[in-house]
């Protein structure tokens, strides 16, 4: 059985590093694809929705009309390839206190376990602040978190460079 038609356009986005692929479908079931670069600030800035624009074949004065459009779904590896390539803002970690070392230590999983020399990946973020807090296992909290000491950690960090929080 096939999918219905639709009276409005689809549009599916994978914004890369790179470029920007768009497919659409039509409201009259045809598909049609677009590349274009992810970032050209000369030209627009926004290659997703300059995509979506250059598909309908609208200006950069006229209004997307969304009451035409179904559905808009995107998806991205930007962030991922930012992880690979240890690329972006400085990251702390902020853990319960007591847990410092729990994300380096893991599980202690050793491919080959008897080598003499452990190589350990690079952590992705470059400082950890323990706070006061703690709670258990049902989400109950045993130790309510020092917000004071953990703002005055914060901004001591942001201070220092850091932009970026990963929250544990």
């Known amino acids: 059985m096939g999918a219905a038609s639709s009276s ?8 890369g590093g790179t470029f920007t692929d768009i497919v659409a479908k039509r409201p009259d079931g045809e598909i049609i694809t677009h590349k274009l ?9 926004d290659a ?6 250059d598909v309908l074949g609208l200006t950069a004065a ?24 240890r690329k972006g803002d ?3 970690l902020v853990i319960t206190k007591g847990f410092r070392d729990a994300l380096r230590i893991g599980y202690q999983h050793r491919p080959d376990i008897f080598a003499l020399e452990i190589k350990l990946p690079e952590m992705l973020y470059e400082q950890v602040i323990e706070v006061k807090e703690r709670v ?9 978190l020092d917000l004071e000491q953990t703002k005055k950690d914060l901004r001591e960090h942001l201070i220092r460079g850091f932009v970026v929080v990963a929250w544990c």
């Open 8 to 15: 409005r356009w689809q549009f599916w986005i994978d914004r």
């Open 37 to 45: 670069l992810s970032e050209n600030p000369e030209q627009y800035p």
């Open 48 to 53: 997703p929705v300059q995509g979506i624009r």
């Open 62 to 85: 006229e209004p997307i009309p969304t009451n035409q459009i179904e559905v808009i779904k995107m998806g991205t590896t930007v962030a991922t390839n930012a992880l690979l390539e």
């Open 90 to 92: 400085r990251l702390v």
């Open 136 to 144: 258990n296992a049902h989400g109950e909290i045993l130790q309510p």
